[in-house]
T-cell receptor, first 111, second 114 residues
């Protein structure tokens, strides 16, 4: 069964705006990871947040994790056309097993 | 490092033929994963190896699919016989030490079965 579920399925914004994507999951996790996939390419790891962390930053990326709500969000600030891609969350359970990807959010950043 | 290497990048074959996809993980990584991606099903984990040993193959769709990892630097995913519904992009990924760490993906093999 699907563990991570991203929301929205698709998002279209103007360059310079912020983009927020959400991920919900069902069971307890060890960590949650976000990946980006450009069209026709493999996935690229962006950031990993552990279950005992609440927020993490990497450049223009900000990830939050709320284990009580079983949800995470990925914020991309000051978006650029090059950020256009699909973004996936992946959850890892408490045993370090069951690495499960969600269906992804397609982000389009318009110049 | 060249990253995860997959071959071929594109494969077009006819129904019933055998297909073999190849993967070379990043040197030093001891976990390897095979995924399939389609519009309908998204990204599905087919099988993963740890230290060359298959740990979880519950995602392998049926007996027509088999995967091997004869050594730390090479893995194959074989489909025999292939069917049109096997058409997808197949990704190989590797990581250091089990599933919990970040995975590095190859560029994928786009398989079309006519």
């Amino acid at each position: 069964s699907q563990q991570g579920e991203e929301d929205p399925q698709a998002l279209s914004i103007q360059e310079g705006e912020n983009a927020t994507m959400n991920c919900s999951y069902k069971t307890s996790i060890n960590n949650l990871q976000w990946y980006r996939q450009n069209s026709g390419r493999g996935l690229v790891h962006l950031i990993l947040i552990r279950s005992n962390e609440r927020e993490k930053h990497s450049g223009r990326l900000r990830v939050t994790l709320d284990t009580s709500k079983k949800s995470s969000s990925l914020l991309i600030t000051a978006s650029r056309a090059a950020d256009t891609a699909s973004y996936f969350c992946a959850t890892v359970d408490n045993y370090g097993q069951n690495f499960v990807f969600g269906p992804g959010t397609r982000l389009s950043v318009l110049p | 490092d060249a990253g995860v290497i997959q071959s071929p990048r594109h494969e077009v074959t006819e129904m019933g033929q055998e297909v073999t996809l190849r993967c070379k993980p990043i040197s030093g990584h001891n976990s390897l994963f095979w995924y399939r991606q389609t519009m309908m099903r998204g990204l599905e984990l087919l099988i993963y190896f740890n230290n060359n040993v298959p740990i979880d193959d519950s995602g392998m769709p049926e007996d027509r699919f088999s995967a091997k990892m004869p050594n730390a630097s090479f893995s194959t995913l074989k489909i025999q016989p292939s069917e049109p519904r096997d058409s997808a992009v197949y990704f190989c990924a590797s990581s250091f030490s089990r599933q919990g760490n970040e995975q590095f993906f190859g560029p994928g093999t786009r398989l079309t079965v006519l």
